[in-house]
């Protein structure tokens, strides 16, 4: 069972228009409607199941810069000061805090694609210290243990993302906008070939535009409209210990195990790229995109078994609009956790972090990641499907992008000028058609 998720009360009645539109409450979705409603827009948000209480609450919950994909990285840094001016403007707490990330590694290799990195990004003005051998094994006295290296990266941070997407939401319905929790969206509306609303299990909401920030849900949603988009998800397992003094670093990577300080003072712990491949309908429909990305990662991915198919989050299945979907029936994704992957990551941490001795094991969960075939999140406008916004894929790294996403595809939605530049991430870039339509398969 994952640690508990902050609860927000919403309205069970969705309006019968508005501007926008916007289909998922995870870190994304609550976000891009937080910025649509300071514009001005009337936007209602529908969530299936509770805000925040898939991926969006089951991730380390890092706000980084730290090697990120070049096209992520001017995201990443515009979200760093966002989450700050979030707090400041809303007067939610989402836990954010610029706690600094420690990375320490005896890899060379690892070593030399760290200090690649630091290198590039000194021309996009991010701040990050290169660790030699004594200021590494010096900064990561706690585990008793000499370092070859490391990296320090001061200005990056944590949020809690037990806090994070409800916070959103809560500022979002103080700014006028609705909130509408086990409330399916069905599927999209059209008239002359564009967005005229949006189904929902409570009743048809007028729009022209919709934002589907679905995560591991969007790629079958999008296929109801013969939108192909290529997703594949894999399942996560991440633990917590109970507190302890605050004597480690509040967030710490090595390839063996990493650590994250809550502010309650315990840890998740997590083993980076550790995951089980649950083979489903869709991920073998997608299969031939996702090899180069699967064979690069083979030595940290497992075979799976059958949690993918029980979600029910990747049918190749259409669904009518005037009966319960996949997404009724599976409120909200919770996996069962690898239990051989919780121990072996209690272990490892133990061995690293020996004050993590004294603390017991109190949640362990996991979580479907939702990966697109380049690592890099989808966010645009469909072109087959005018009104239509995606913002999905987004690999594992959305949690700490959340507030750029969000900015971005409110910028997009209402034709301001994009905070990024949008391009990296066009949902075009996945297919060669340019999201036709797809066989009936």
Known sequence: MSPPLNHIQTSPNPPQSADVVVIGGGIIGVFAAYYMARRGISVALVEKGRIGAEQSSRNWGWCRQQNRDARELPMATK?????????????????????????????????????????????????TQILSGRQATRQGHFTGRA???????????TADPRKAAPA??????????SVHQRCSARGIELQGGRVSGVVTEAGTI?????????GAWASSFCRQLGIRFPQASIR?????????EDRLPHALYTTGVSATRRNDGSYALAISGRARVDVTPQQLRFAAQFVPMFAKRWRSLLPGGLEGIRGGHETLSRWRLDAPTPMERVRILDPRPDMAAVKETYRRAVELLPELGEAKINHSWAGFVDSTPDGVPGIGEVESVPGFILAAGFSGHGFGIGPGAGHLVADLATGAQPIVDPVPYRPSRFSSSAWGKVADF
């Open 206 to 214: 007028k729009t022209k535009t919709v934002v589907l920030a679905g």
């Open 236 to 244: 996560q397992s991440i633990l917590s210990v109970s507190p302890v």
């Open 168 to 177: 959103v939401a809560a500022a979002l319905m103080k700014l006028g906008g």
């Open 147 to 157: 370092w070859k290296g490391g990296v320090l990266a001061p200005t990056d941070g």
């Open 79 to 127: 979200s760093i000061g966002l989450w700050e001016q979030f707090a400041a403007e809303s007067g939610e707490d989402t836990g954010f805090r610029r706690c600094g990330l420690l990375y320490l590694s005896n890899d060379d290799a690892e070593l030399t694609r760290w200090s690649s990195w630091c290198e590039f990004a000194k021309t996009a003005g991010v701040a």
